[in-house]
T-cell receptor, first 114, second 112 residues
Framework: NAGVMQNPRHLVRRRGQEARLRCSPM?????VYWYRQLPEEGLKFMVY????????ESGMPKERFSAEFPKEGPSILRIQQVVRGDSAAYFC????????????FGPGTRLLVL | AQKVTQAQTEISVVEKEDVTLDCVYE???????LFWYKQPPSGELVFLIR??????QNEISGRYSWNFQKSTSSFNFTITASQVVDSAVYFC?????????FGAGTRLTVKP
């Protein structure tokens, strides 16, 4: 059973471009969380999704950021018109419906905005 | 509101010394889970331990041990006989059913 996969592992974008980060949950996991880790800081919650639904987006910036978890395929975190302050590591974590206490983390995507 | 505080930003020790990383948490929930993760320079998160709020037994795993005290809302982590490979950032985290709340992390440097 493969672990949580994220791609790309590293992403470089110029200011104003779009960044798309993908998270493929473990088999059987229908819950996805996205976290952001700014340099020298801890992880901060951004958004929580179940298949086709956004459950909690209280940690998402109001503009330029969006997330989806379609019925088929990976969860996508999309950042439009990136700025230097978006440079960070973005982690997703997934879990099953029955085990709310345990989230499995992916290896993260390091976004660098030039 | 939930909150995790790791007051120690950086700790530096010499190899073979023991070191304790502090974690204090706040929650109004009676059922919750506490975690410790290690983040080596490569950047991934390495799961170390999960402890639920009803189990206050201390745990030992090799050179690692954890002291959970509900009375002081603390979940401290001790590394015995530290090694250079223990150098990393360590995060304490808390969840009670929603997202996980992380502390700011403690950067541990173990010098040879």
């Amino acid at each position: 059973n493969a672990g949580v996969m994220q791609n790309p592992r590293h992403l470089v974008r110029r200011r104003g471009q779009e960044a798309r980060l993908r998270c493929s949950p473990m088999k059987g996991h229908s819950h996805v969380y996205w976290y952001r880790q700014l340099p020298e800081e801890g992880l901060k919650f951004m958004v929580y999704l179940q298949k086709e639904n956004i459950i909690d987006e209280s940690g998402m910036p109001k503009e330029r950021f969006s997330a989806e978890f379609p019925k088929e395929g990976p969860s996508i975190l999309r950042i439009q018109q990136v700025v230097r302050g978006d440079s960070a590591a973005y982690f997703c974590a997934t879990r099953t419906s029955g085990s709310w206490e345990t989230q499995y983390f992916g290896p993260g995507t390091r976004l660098l905005v030039l | 509101a939930q909150k995790v505080t790791q007051a120690q930003t950086e700790i530096s020790v010499v190899e073979k010394e023991d070191v304790t990383l502090d974690c204090v948490y706040e929650t109004r929930d009676t059922t919750y889970y506490l975690f410790w993760y290690k983040q080596p320079p490569s950047g991934e998160l390495v799961f170390l331990i999960r402890r639920n709020s009803f189990d206050e037994q201390n745990e030992i795993s090799g050179r690692y041990s954890w002291n959970f005290q509900k009375s002081t809302s603390s979940f401290n982590f001790t590394i015995t006989a530290s090694q250079v490979v223990d150098s990393a950032v360590y995060f304490c985290a808390l969840t009670s059913g929603g997202d996980m709340r992380f502390g700011a992390g403690t950067r541990l440097t173990v010098k040879p």
